[in-house]
């Protein structure tokens, strides 16, 4: 199983959007799409739950299970929350792909920078 995890600590930087567009993307490729949200808020899950029942076929995953849910996905796409940085190195040890979604404002930047300091300090770049 492939993970894609979607990071930084500054919320409201489009981590949710991207998360479920490509949640449906791989899923209308034909991939078994796992979408893990670790917001207290539930946004991604809300969404599926909103979502029409003939729309692709996507699974809420609550808490990451690596074990149990291997072989069950070809992706899980992790929705990260806001101020994610003391788990940002566990759930980036897992991960295939990291996006780090970044608005073009000065606040983000800087929040962008700092996760990407406190990655390379923990040697995961």
Same mark, same amino acid.
Request: neutral net charge; hydrophobic residues 45%; charged residues 20%.
């Given at each position: 199983?492939?993970?894609?995890?979607?990071?930084?600590?500054?919320?409201?930087?489009?981590?949710?959007?991207?998360?479920?567009?490509?949640?449906?993307?791989?899923?209308?490729?034909?991939?078994?799409?796992?979408?893990?949200?670790?917001?207290?808020?539930?946004?991604?899950?809300?969404?599926?739950?909103?979502? !029409?029942?003939?729309?692709?076929?996507? @699974? =809420?995953?609550?808490?990451?299970?690596?074990? %149990?849910?291997? *072989?069950?996905?070809?992706?899980?796409?992790?929705?990260?929350?806001?101020?994610?940085?003391?788990?940002?190195?566990?759930?980036?040890?897992?991960?295939?792909?990291?996006?780090?979604?970044?608005? !073009?404002?000065?606040?983000?930047?800087? @929040? =962008?920078?700092?996760?990407?300091?406190?990655? %390379?300090?923990? *040697?995961?770049?």
């Amino acid at each position: 199983m492939k993970h894609i995890v979607l990071l930084n600590p500054k919320g409201g930087c489009g981590k949710t959007t991207i998360a479920t567009h490509l949640a449906v993307y791989a899923s209308t490729m034909g991939l078994r799409v796992a979408l893990a949200d670790h917001d207290k808020q539930q946004s991604s899950h809300d969404w599926l739950k909103s979502r !029409p029942r003939r729309c692709a076929d996507i @699974a =809420a995953i609550a808490a990451y299970d690596g074990v %149990s849910l291997e *072989g069950d996905f070809d992706v899980m796409i992790h929705d990260m929350p806001g101020a994610a940085v003391s788990t940002a190195h566990s759930i980036a040890s897992v991960c295939d792909k990291l996006i780090i979604p970044i608005t !073009p404002s000065p606040i983000d930047i800087k @929040a =962008a920078l700092r996760l990407w300091v406190t990655l %390379s300090n923990t *040697g995961w770049l």
